[in-house]
């Protein structure tokens, strides 16, 4: 993987983010009473998506990751200083954590992260909780970061943020630091219009902890072009330059900047290829599905931003208005708890419940259940063979950053044969083109009409839009997403330094 990144001359790293790349836990040995002498220390690794996209680059860069740590097994792992080196059998790289109190992780993680930010970034308004004691919790574990960061940055090391849980982190890096590391973070969610942002009682703080970076990265120019609109307009004292993307505010420039992520393309390939029909007729088989019985597929972490019920209730349409399809196809849904501590979270995994249990028994018989929940844990490799052998896919979310899914399911089609249908509100819509199935995810109607017209695609049609669709995701995978970064980086770097 690493062997297609261009050199860099970026050689001194730290990435931050909310969660480490390598976790440590205890593993029983034998039955016993679970004493220290009968536990060993297992490592569970990164998996897939972007943290197994940067472990090896930060392996060949030997540079350090800050991160939380979190349990026992990862404290009696952890030196005094919070440091680990990782991988653990061949070190290359230093893992920094830092503790927080479970006080801190509620009030920061499960709270002003996921109850205030990512709701109103996806404009789920209604969902938002704007609570003064959250936000400054949150507001203390980011000057926690900040300072993990001052301890192990020079004047040549780039910084690299991932993600909405660390906004107020880089302004204070750069107030507090002795040095001028160069500042980067990505953002993985949307950015919404200033009409949505506003109504953030933190917005100006937010804002301001960003403009701390040197640059800042987007998926789509859409959510760059509404954060340079937010910062333009919310901020005092900013200078805008919608055209070249800078921001100039406090005697500081920011560059914002498009950088659609991609998938591990070449090994989710290889992964499909090796899944064998056997494996997927015994999964079919496992969850009582005909052998002859075809198959839509869903994959999502079940979260509210991801229109799981308004799909399901566009599957009930279906068979409801155009009986014909009962019992010629299963749904499947796969489908991951997530952030389960909160209430909005729990209330969406009811109503989704309820909507399978009465859909199935409204339509279903003693041959034949229309949806499917699968919430066991796949290996990637039996994901990649879902992805494969299901005729089609629906990937539906109201509102999503990327979505990488739907990039997985287009990279898994070796037969060049399953249709995607992609909600015209996620981000790899954009990156994605016109090759896909498009759907609004509010409109059951047409909801319904597109599975149909999936399902009913001729096989040339499928042919040629999924070969479309493999070159375009093959030709903007993972590692040609790393490169696009690092070398955006280097390069406002370089300019820096000539100014200077
Ligand atoms: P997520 O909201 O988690 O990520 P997504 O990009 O779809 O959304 O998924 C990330 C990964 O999780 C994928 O590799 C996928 O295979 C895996 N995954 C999701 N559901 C799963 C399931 N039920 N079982 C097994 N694996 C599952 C956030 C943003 C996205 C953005 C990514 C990366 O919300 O918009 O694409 O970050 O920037």
Redesign the pocket.
């Known amino acids: 993987e690493t062997e297609s990144l261009a050199p860099l001359s970026i050689d001194n790293v730290v990435v931050v983010s909310n969660r480490q790349p390598y976790r440590h836990r205890y593993e029983q040995n034998g039955d016993g009473d679970g004493s220290r002498a009968e536990r060993s220390i297992a490592v569970d690794r990164p998996t ?3 943290t197994a996209g940067l472990d090896p680059v930060m392996q060949k860069l030997n540079g350090t990751w800050i991160a939380w740590g979190d349990g026992e097994a990862d404290r009696d792992a952890t030196s005094e200083d919070g440091q680990v080196s990782v991988p653990p059998e061949e070190p290359e790289y230093t893992l920094q954590r830092l503790w927080l109190t479970d006080k801190e992780i509620d009030g920061y993680y499960y709270g002003y992260s996921n109850r205030a930010l990512w709701p109103l970034c996806h404009l789920a308004m209604g969902r938002t909780v704007f609570d003064g004691e959250q936000w400054r919790t949150y507001r203390r574990v980011n000057q926690k970061f900040a300072e993990k960061v001052v301890d192990n940055v020079d004047d040549d090391t780039v910084v690299w943020f991932q ?1 909405y849980h660390l906004a107020c982190a880089p302004r204070t890096v750069r107030l507090q630091s002795s040095s001028s590391p160069f500042l980067l973070h ?1 953002w ?3 950015w919404p219009s200033i009409d949505a942002f506003r109504a953030c009682p933190q917005h100006q703080e937010i804002l301001k902890g960003l403009l701390g970076n040197d640059l800042i990265g987007f ?1 789509v120019t859409q959510y760059c072009r509404n954060f340079l609109e937010c910062a333009a307009r919310l901020v005092e004292e900013t200078e805008v330059d919608y055209d070249r993307g800078l921001i100039r505010h406090d005697g500081h420039e920011t560059a914002v900047s498009a950088f659609p ?1 991609g ?1 591990e393309a070449d090994s989710i390939e290889q992964l499909s290829e090796a899944a064998d029909e056997s494996a997927w007729q015994s999964f079919k088989h496992r969850h009582a599905i005909g052998p002859n019985t075809r198959v839509v597929l869903g ?5 509210y ?2 229109g799981i019920p308004e799909r399901l209730e566009a599957l009930e349409h279906l068979w409801n208005t155009q009986p014909e399809w009962q019992g010629q196809f299963t749904y499947v849904q ?3 708890e997530s952030r389960s501590e909160i209430p909005a979270y729990q209330r969406l995994q009811n109503r989704v419940d309820e909507i399978i249990d009465r859909v199935n028994s409204r339509f279903g018989t003693d041959e034949w259940q229309p949806i499917v929940l699968v919430d066991e ?2 290996p990637r490799k039996t ?1 990649c063979g879902l992805y494969r052998y299901s005729d089609a896919a629906i ?1 539906s ?1 109201l509102r ?7 990039q ?1 399911y287009i990279a898994s089609q070796v037969d060049d044969d399953g249709v995607l249908i992609l909600s015209e509100l ?3 819509h954009e990156a994605l083109g016109d090759a896909v199935l498009s759907v609004n995810p509010y409109d059951t109607e047409a909801h319904a009409k597109a599975i149909d017209q999936a399902l009913t695609m001729p096989a040339a049609e499928r042919r040629n839009r999924t070969r479309r669709l493999r070159r375009r995701v093959h030709n903007n995978d993972l590692s040609s997403w790393l490169n696009d970064v690092f070398e955006g980086a280097q390069q406002l770097r370089e300019e820096q330094e000539a100014k200077s």
């Open positions: 897939g998506g972007l993600d990505f993985h969610i949307p998926h992520m998938v994959v999502d972490r079940l979260d931003t991801k796969k489908g991951t844990n796949l994901l990937v979310p999503d950053g990327m979505n990488l899914v739907a997985e996620a981000g790899s």
